[in-house]
């Protein structure tokens, strides 16, 4: 669901480094660097755990390098000194780099991984100690909670936030989509959800997100004229919200306005052509508009899904 789409994942604190690039060397003299090339003197130098002299020359390695085998072990290798040594944003530059270069390695995406993961620890914890009485500090930790599913606690950290800040962006959205994240909310919850994404939109017009699912809730509620307002208006704030596309066709084929529906749905598809819900609710809408070959092209595309993903049949109620 849509409301879950940006929940806050957990934070790894490592950063390691596979053992073929921690081998054994002999350092350096730093007094005869024309022994040996950057590329060589560099990747010495951090093996050896002189990370301060080795910082400059893999910097260089990684803009001057022509063997991709090099590049990668100096950026590795250079990514490990910067965090080591507390230097973020020589960090972000190796990655940069070796995320370009190397966008599919397993090794330059492991790292990445635990590199990122321990900068934003490191930068929740600037906040924490820079600002502690911040509602920032309060938006940080009631993320962290719903993350592990203490949705109570999270939402008391909201309401606290909006105490003393009622018109600050974006609570009142986070608000109602940690209480429809509930397991089993019930139509009280609901209820306050929906006020809470209404209140949103009062303060940020510009929020697809809180128009969404508002859709949403109007579409579960089979009250397609409001479900199809507020898709609209999702859609038109954010045109590449494939799900508000999506939802917008699909209400508009439940009231049987099957010509209107086309134009949405094939854009959905366009957008997630892999989304099977999709195909099938345009292939409705083409068939019921009389445009019978593009429908079974639709419909064939659907059926192709459903036997590759029986589960996901996309078979949507009309």
């Known amino acids: 669901m849509i409301w879950s789409m940006f929940r806050p994942r957990p934070l790894g604190t490592a950063l390691l480094l596979s053992s073929s690039l921690l081998c054994a060397g002999q350092t350096p003299k730093p007094s005869s660097p024309s022994a040996a090339s950057n590329a060589d003197l560099g990747i010495n130098l951090a093996t050896t755990g002189h990370c301060g002299e080795a910082l400059p020359l893999l910097k260089r390695?990684?803009?001057?390098?022509?063997?991709?085998?090099?590049?990668?072990?100096?950026?590795?290798?250079?990514?490990?000194?910067?965090m080591t040594h507390n230097q973020p944003y020589e960090a972000v530059d190796f990655l940069q780099i070796l995320q370009r270069d190397f966008p599919s390695d397993p090794e330059v995406l492991y790292q990445a991984t635990h590199a990122y993961s321990d900068l934003a620890i490191r930068a929740s914890q600037d906040l924490l100690h820079g600002a502690p009485s911040s509602y920032q500090v309060h938006e940080l930790n009631a993320e962290a909670l719903e993350s592990q599913g203490k949705?109570?606690?999270?939402a008391a950290e909201y309401r606290?936030?909006?105490?003393?800040?009622?018109?600050?962006?974006?609570?009142?959205?986070?608000?109602g989509r940690l209480l429809l994240s509930k397991p089993n909310p019930g139509p009280e919850v609901a209820r306050e959800a929906k006020r809470n994404f209404e209140l949103e939109l009062g303060i940020d017009p510009q929020n697809a997100g809180a128009e969404y699912v508002l859709g949403?809730?109007?579409?579960?509620?089979?009250?397609?004229?409001?479900?199809v307002e507020h898709f609209s208006r999702a859609a038109k704030l954010d045109s590449s919200f494939a799900e508000a596309y999506l939802g917008l066709g699909i209400s508009l084929?439940?009231?049987k306005r099957f010509p209107?529906?086309?134009?949405?749905?094939?854009t959905a598809v366009q957008l997630e052509p892999q989304n099977p819900v999709g195909h099938?609710?345009?292939?409705?809408?083409?068939?019921?508009?009389?445009?019978?070959e593009e429908a079974d092209r639709e419909f064939a595309i659907h059926r192709k899904m459903q036997e590759a993903a029986p589960q996901n049949t996309g078979a949507s109620p009309q």
């Open 253 to 255: 084929v439940s009231e």
């Open 160 to 175: 606290g936030i909006l105490e003393n800040n009622p018109k600050l962006p974006g609570i009142h959205y986070r608000l």
């Open 216 to 227: 949403e809730l109007a579409r579960q509620d089979s009250n397609w004229t409001e479900a």
């Open 260 to 266: 209107e529906a086309v134009a949405p749905l094939t």
């Open 151 to 154: 949705w109570d606690e999270a």
């Open 61 to 82: 390695v990684m803009r001057e390098a022509g063997a991709a085998e090099i590049k990668k072990k100096a950026g590795l290798l250079g990514l490990r000194c910067a």
């Open 280 to 292: 099938y609710n345009l292939a409705v809408a083409l068939s019921r508009s009389g445009r019978r």
